[in-house]
């Protein structure tokens, strides 16, 4: 889901994220109700760091194989870096370690712009 940066902090109701592999299953479903790729998750703290996670194909000849794609996002929603990770990678990224931690949150599919 494309959710501004600026937008999650403040007034959104944030959902709480229960288990890894529900990731994929919530960004696959944004991307299905909305029509865009990606969908942003918030790692609850004193910072509220915010990423937007694609859910990749494996694409042909020399492109990335099949896995996520993590943007970090800054504060007016650009993307400060972008790291295209295998699975088991992923599984050790901070996303899943603050869904561990109960900390990790993402905003409900709005199918409005």
């Not at 959902?15 to 944004?30: F, H, N, W």
């Not at 910072?47 to 504060?75: C, F, N």
């Not at 603050?98 to 993402?106: D, K």
């Amino acid at each position: 889901m494309h959710t501004d940066a600026r937008l999650v902090p403040g007034r959104v109701r944030l959902l709480s994220v229960q288990a890894p592999e529900d990731i994929e299953y919530l960004v696959k479903e944004s991307e299905v109700l909305t029509g865009r790729s990606g969908r942003t998750f918030v790692i609850a703290g004193a910072d509220r760091l915010v990423y937007r996670v694609h859910w990749q194909p494996l694409t042909e000849s020399g492109g990335h194989a099949a896995g996520p794609v993590v943007e970090r996002l800054g504060h007016d929603g650009e993307v400060l870096s972008r790291q295209h990770l295998q699975l088991w990678e992923f599984l050790e990224h901070s996303l899943v370690e603050a869904q561990a931690a109960g900390q990790l949150f993402t905003p409900p599919v709005r199918t409005t712009p």
